[in-house]
Nanobody, 124 residues
Framework: QVYLEESGGGSVQAGESLTLSCVVTGSTFSDHAFGWFRRAPGKDQEFVAAISWSGGGKFYANTAKGRFAISRDNAKNTVYLQMNSLKPEDTAVYYC?????????????????WGQGTQVTVSS
């Protein structure tokens, strides 16, 4: 069975930073792309960032571009999301997901396993 466990969420002030981690077990980690998504209160789940199997391909939602950075450590089976210059509108539950392929996607249905999420709250 494949498990994804997120950590690193919390409550911060606007302008501060957080780093989310996602530890993956039960999967051939290096064969898959991974993504981060988020769901804000009252909104649909939305794509944040994705990284390819090798780490060489990364792309971001426009809301994350220039502030967030996705990375992976294949030796530790871990995916990270470094979030800088956080804004109140970044408040959401953040989810890590495993793509069914080696290259990431913005589409939710191309991810086959999901973590339980970690709450990020940004106050002004």
């Amino acid at each position: 069975q494949v498990y994804l466990e997120e950590s690193g969420g919390g409550s911060v002030q606007a302008g501060e930073s957080l780093t989310l981690s996602c530890v993956v077990t039960g999967s051939t980690f290096s064969d898959h792309a991974f993504g981060w998504f988020r769901r804000a209160p009252g909104k649909d789940q939305e794509f944040v960032a994705a990284i390819s199997w090798s780490g060489g391909g990364k792309f971001y939602a426009n809301t994350a571009k220039g502030r967030f950075a996705i990375s992976r450590d294949n030796a530790k089976n871990t995916v990270y999301l470094q979030m800088n210059s956080l804004k109140p509108e970044d408040t959401a539950v953040y989810y890590c997901a495993r793509a069914s392929a080696r290259y990431g996607s913005r589409r939710l249905n191309e991810y086959d396993y999901w973590g339980q999420g970690t709450q990020v709250t940004v106050s002004s």
